[in-house]
Nanobody
Framework: QVQLVESGGGLVQAGGSLRLSCAASRTIFSINAMGWYRQAPGKQRELVARITSGGSGGSTNYAESVKGRFTISRDNAKNTVYLQMNSLKPEDTAVYYC?????????WGKGTLVTVSS
């Protein structure tokens, strides 16, 4: 099993930045991939960014809506994955969830709320 704890959400003005953190309960080397998803009120949960556990920092992919603004990264020593969010827009407002793909299972954190005011 993997427990995930997110932090870093909050209220920010449009154009601002936030960094989300996701701490995993075990080494992320043993996790195939980790990602950030978000769910806005009345909408389905969607992938924001994902990073694999491969060498050279792993491979990443992003939703089109956040490309060039968000960056996912990982710190293997801290078993933590980050989501740096720049140039935030009101439409980025959502609950952001950390996800881990391991042991043919998907694990989720409880989420952290990001609110972007216009």
């Amino acid at each position: 099993q993997v427990q995930l704890v997110e932090s870093g959400g909050g209220l920010v003005q449009a154009g601002g930045s936030l960094r989300l953190s996701c701490a995993a309960s075990r080494t992320i080397f043993s996790i195939n991939a980790m990602g950030w998803y978000r769910q806005a009120p009345g909408k389905q949960r969607e992938l924001v960014a994902r990073i694999t556990s491969g060498g050279s920092g792993g491979s990443t992919n992003y939703a089109e809506s956040v490309k060039g603004r968000f960056t996912i990264s990982r710190d293997n020593a801290k078993n933590t994955v980050y989501l740096q969010m720049n140039s935030l827009k009101p439409e980025d407002t959502a609950v952001y969830y950390c996800n881990a793909e391991a042991d043919i299972m998907r694990y989720w954190g409880k989420g952290t709320l990001v609110t972007v005011s216009s």
